[in-house]
Nanobody, 122 residues
Framework: QVQLVESGGGLVQAGDSLRLSCAAS????????VGWFRQAPGKEREFVTT????????YYADSVKGRFTISKDNAKNTVFLQMNGLKIEDTAVYYC???????????????WGQGTQVTVSS
C-alpha cells in the first residue's frame, strides 16, 4: 500500500508559477511510476505528466509541454510538479498517482492522492 499526499496548490495569476509536491508513505516511490493528472469542473480527469521508477524518463501532455516539469526524489519519497507560465485553462484539481506501468491512462495507476486545487485567474 502507498499513501499519497499532494500539497502546494493555490490561487495564482496567469503567468505565475507553482510547485506541487506529492509525498508518499508506506512504500518507496522507487518501486512506482508516478503521474500527475488533473480534473476541471465538468470535465474528465486528464493526463498531465508522468515519470518512471528511476526518474530517468518523463512524458508530458502537449498542453503543458515546455511549461511544466516533473521530477522525482526517491530518497525523500517525493515527486514534484513545477508549473510555470500558468494559464487560466490550467485551473483544476491536481492529483498524483502511483502505479506499476509507465502510462498516460488513469486506470493504470493503483494509488491516488486526495488532490490539490490550482486556480489561475486573469
Amino acid at each position: 500500500q502507498v499513501q499519497l499526499v499532494e500539497s502546494g496548490g493555490g490561487l495564482v495569476q496567469a503567468g505565475d508559477s507553482l510547485r506541487l509536491s506529492c509525498a508518499a508513505s508506506g512504500r518507496t516511490f522507487g518501486d512506482y511510476t508516478v503521474g500527475w493528472f488533473r480534473q476541471a469542473p465538468g470535465k474528465e480527469r486528464e493526463f498531465v505528466t508522468t515519470i518512471n521508477r528511476l526518474g530517468s524518463s518523463t512524458y508530458y501532455a502537449d498542453s503543458v509541454k515546455g511549461r511544466f516539469t516533473i521530477s522525482k526524489d526517491n530518497a525523500k519519497n517525493t515527486v514534484f510538479l513545477q508549473m510555470n507560465g500558468l494559464k487560466i485553462e490550467d485551473t483544476a484539481v491536481y492529483y498524483c498517482a502511483a502505479g506499476r506501468f509507465y502510462s498516460v491512462t488513469p486506470r493504470d495507476y493503483d494509488y491516488w492522492g486526495q488532490g490539490t486545487q490550482v486556480t489561475v485567474s486573469s
